[in-house]
């Protein structure tokens, strides 16, 4: 781990992250978003630069747009909060949907099984995992505990992810 203040030794190769909230009270200001900060704290802590922090309303085309603007500009990760639920404004994973070229079900499949150890509501997450050319996008609950929950269970795994999409395909 790197010290605090030094950047992480595989920030670099890892490339930069983003951070998107999903939220009309966030994007309105009447809320804090405390989920985003959660992820951010996260992503930091396990070696990624947090390059793009955003907040946009439960609008499916901002969502897209915010998503494939993130792409466009390098992201390499990009973690979004909120808009999983069965909420009518709940457009996350279809805005995600429109902009993926495929799906990595198996991520957020891992991701509701461990949350559902903590509650049963996690059984109604829609959360989406895809790849966007050399872009990971990962889905997450707005919850800021379930925030935390499930980049416990992805974040062992991205790295590879990563080196993947970046075509580092050989296996030591």
Do not use: Y
């Not at 966030?26 to 793009?52: I, M, Q, S």
């Not at 059984?123 to 919850?143: A, F, W, Y």
């Amino acid at each position: 781990m790197a010290e605090q203040g030094m950047p992480h030794p595989e920030a670099a190769r890892r490339g930069p992250a983003a951070v998107v909230t999903v939220s009309d009270s966030v994007a309105a200001g009447t809320r804090v978003d405390t989920g985003g900060d959660n992820a951010e704290r996260k992503l930091a802590h396990h070696g990624f630069h947090v390059a793009w922090r955003i907040t946009v309303p439960d609008e499916r085309d901002q969502i897209s747009a915010a998503l494939r603007q993130l792409c466009d500009e390098g992201a390499r990760l990009i973690i979004t909060t909120g808009g999983t639920g069965l909420g009518p404004r709940d457009v996350t994973p279809e805005a995600t949907r429109d902009v993926i070229d495929r799906e990595v079900p198996g991520m957020a499949e891992a991701m509701r099984a461990e949350s559902l150890r903590f509650t049963p509501f996690a059984m109604t997450s829609r959360q989406v995992v895809g790849v966007r050319g050399q872009t990971l996008i990962i889905n997450l609950p707005g919850s800021p505990r379930g925030v935390e929950q499930c980049l416990d269970v992805v974040l062992p795994v991205v790295p590879h992810v990563l080196d993947l999409l970046a075509g580092r395909t050989r296996h030591e």
